[in-house]
Each structure stands twice: as C-alpha cells, then as structure tokens.
C-alpha cells in the first residue's frame, strides 16, 4: 500500500510521519498526523479505495503528547 499512495502521503496536508511493523494478525500502521481530520480525509481518498472488498481498517486516534525529532 505504501508503494501505492506514499507520493500522495508525502504531499498530504498534515502529514507529519508514518511508521509500520508486522503483528500476528497482519501489519500496525502508525502515523502522525497534525489532526485527526486531515488524517481521515487522507484515508477516505487514497487508502479505503485501493483496499480489497470487506476489508477496512480498525481506525483510532490519541491525541499525541510529544514528538522528537532530529
């Protein structure tokens, strides 16, 4: 998927990072975002259209505390 809509993530408004890692069920996506709006828009635009039929993530989002960065 990142191969897909990663030229779109880099150029979202409010896009601030993405991270993913292999869990027993399948794959975690982490990303940060600058609000929860900009990062359901993206979804609803580029993710939830290049998924297959029946599948949709599991959304939730957390207010971030803090965030360092090089």
Known sequence: MLALVGGAL???????MHVSHPVAAGW???EVWNS????????AAHIAPNLPD?????LSFQPLHSLLKP
């Open 10 to 16: 880099r150029q979202a408004p409010g896009f601030i």
């Open 28 to 30: 975690r996506i982490v």
């Open 36 to 43: 929860q709006e900009d990062a359901t828009r993206f979804s």
């Open 54 to 58: 029946g599948i949709r993530p599991k």
